[in-house]
Structures are given as C-alpha cells and as structure tokens.
C-alpha cells in the first residue's frame, strides 16, 4: 500500500501563505497524478489541484487558480500546495491523493492538515 502524509497546516491570517507538503511512501505499481482536495465540514470534498508524475503538467480549480500553486520533487515522492493570499473561505483541511493510472481515479488518500483562515 501507499501511505501519504500530509503536514503544513496551521493558522494564518487572510491575505498569508501556507506552504502544504504530501509525503508518498510505500509501494504501488505506478504514480499518475497526484492532487490536493478540501473539505470543510457539511459539505463534499472539492478538487484544489493536481500534477501529472510524468511531465509535471498542473491544474487548479477556478477558485484558487492564480493563488496556489503546486510543485514537486519527484525523486523524493513528494508535492508541495503553495497557498497564497488566502482567504477566510479557504479555511479547509486539505487531503492529498494519489491516482495510479488514467483512469483509476484517486484510491489513495491523506490523513489531512487544517488550514484555518481568520480575517
């Protein structure tokens, strides 16, 4: 199994910067793409962003796109969630996943960090 491990976290006031880290260890046959979610609580998890393993290609939901940005260093299996300018409504714990091919989908998931957001 793969194990993500998700750390960062913490409180900050609107218009600060986080700095998410995802942790992939273990063992799985291959990494497609890895993404950040959120949640708040009563509602449905929501897409952040994502990057492919092969070639690094990003996407970001319309809601963040120009404020966080993600990165990674493959070789130590792991992907970073810039958060900039952030706002009260980002207040969420994210959760890091790992989708293994195409179309598997996300199977493997994080425990969650809490980013809390005052104004």
């Known amino acids: 199994q793969v194990q993500l491990v998700e750390s960062g976290g913490g409180s900050v006031q609107a218009g600060g910067s986080l700095r998410l880290s995802c942790a992939a260890s273990?063992?799985?046959?291959?990494?497609?793409?890895m993404g950040w979610f959120r949640q708040t609580p009563g509602k449905e998890r929501e897409f952040v962003g994502s990057?492919?393993?092969?070639?690094?290609?990003?996407f970001y939901a319309d809601s963040v796109k120009g404020r966080f940005t993600i990165s990674s260093d493959f070789a130590k299996n792991t992907i970073f969630l810039h958060m900039n300018s952030l706002k009260p409504e980002d207040t969420a714990v994210y959760y890091c996943a790992l989708a293994s091919s195409a179309g598997s989908g996300y199977k493997f998931w994080g425990q969650g960090t809490q980013v809390t957001v005052s104004s």
């Open positions: 990057i492919r393993w092969s070639g690094g290609t990003t």
């Open positions: 273990g063992r799985t046959f291959s990494f497609y793409d």
